[in-house]
DNA sequence: ATGCATTACATGCATTTGCAATAGTTGTAA
DNA sequence: TTACAACTATTGCAAATGCATGTAATGCAT
């Protein structure tokens, strides 16, 4: 419980400051380079889950990529409107829907994974090969996702 | 343009999913903790900033957190109704506003950087002192902020 | 001094967001 | 079987967001 003197506060050293000011570069990054394929960014992650396995529910969705519920709900809508995802009812239980990706929605989500890979480089571009491979090991340990 | 296959792509390993990921994790911490002190998570930054140095026109502080001018237009709005800070007139320039903390708004300003410090530690709880300060340095790089 | 670009800030408005509430479904325990 | 809790998804609505625009002031070149 010591207390920190305002004027000995520096943002640039503060975790939660660099964390929120390098998320929202990332964001306008991403941005630009989902609307150059037509992909609206806020459903990219969706899509990008759904390539990897469809077929599952809404909530399962939400939960592989930390999002609540509505939003799933939403962005699914999205998918939908665009023609690339399709919701099925689910054999096992009236109450959940299944996701599927249309033939439309699979080529797109193969298109993501360089994007972001590109993207990431270009964040990343000031540290070197051993230094991203520190990094992301760290933050993979703060996130608790390291060693699962 | 090396293609990557979408089934080789892990999201764990993506340094933009990490870092979405922690930043949400950071907001609802930050969230949570100034509520308890009566702040509002909008304009702690604000805040933060003017308790360093006031008398700054808002340009300047949108600068320094890098936030768009709209954004600090309705965060002061917010600290002026709230009695935190007032804007001043700047006698060098008609069309810019100084802002000043109220001695109220000083004093809380004064109890933010030990909630800040303590939101870090906690999220920050998994990494040794030395992976803390290599994990800081390397987002600082990251961020730009580096060596200035 | 005049015209024009730039600066500083504010805001109208459509879209997005998030909370809370709803509807319908399923499990389960009495 | 009935009642009740938990699950899954959706949506109404108020608040927040961000873009684009507006207003006023200033600097600067002609």
Redesign the pocket.
């Known amino acids: 419980m010591t207390q920190i003197n305002l004027k000995d506060f520096r943002r640039e050293d503060s975790f939660g400051f660099l964390i929120q000011t390098i998320a929202r570069t990332l964001d306008e990054k991403m941005k630009i380079e989902f609307e150059k394929v037509g992909v609206d960014y ?1 459903v990219f992650a969706n899509l990008m889950v759904l390539g990897q396995q469809d077929g599952i ?6 939960q592989r990529l930390n999002f ?7 962005n ?2 999205m998918l939908v409107n665009a023609g690339l995802a399709e ?1 099925r009812p ?1 054999p ?8 599927f990706l249309t033939e439309k929605g699979r080529a797109k989500a193969e298109e993501l994974p360089s994007i972001v890979r590109d993207v990431n480089k270009d964040v990343l571009q000031g540290l070197t090969d051993a230094e991203r491979q520190s990094v992301v090991g760290l933050l993979q340990t703060v996130a608790g996702v390291s060693s699962e």
Chains 1, 2 share one sequence.
């Open positions: 806020k529910n809404q909530r399962e969705i939400g609540p519920e509505y939003f799933t709900s939403r699914v809508d919701r689910d096992a239980s009236r109450r959940s829907l299944l996701v």
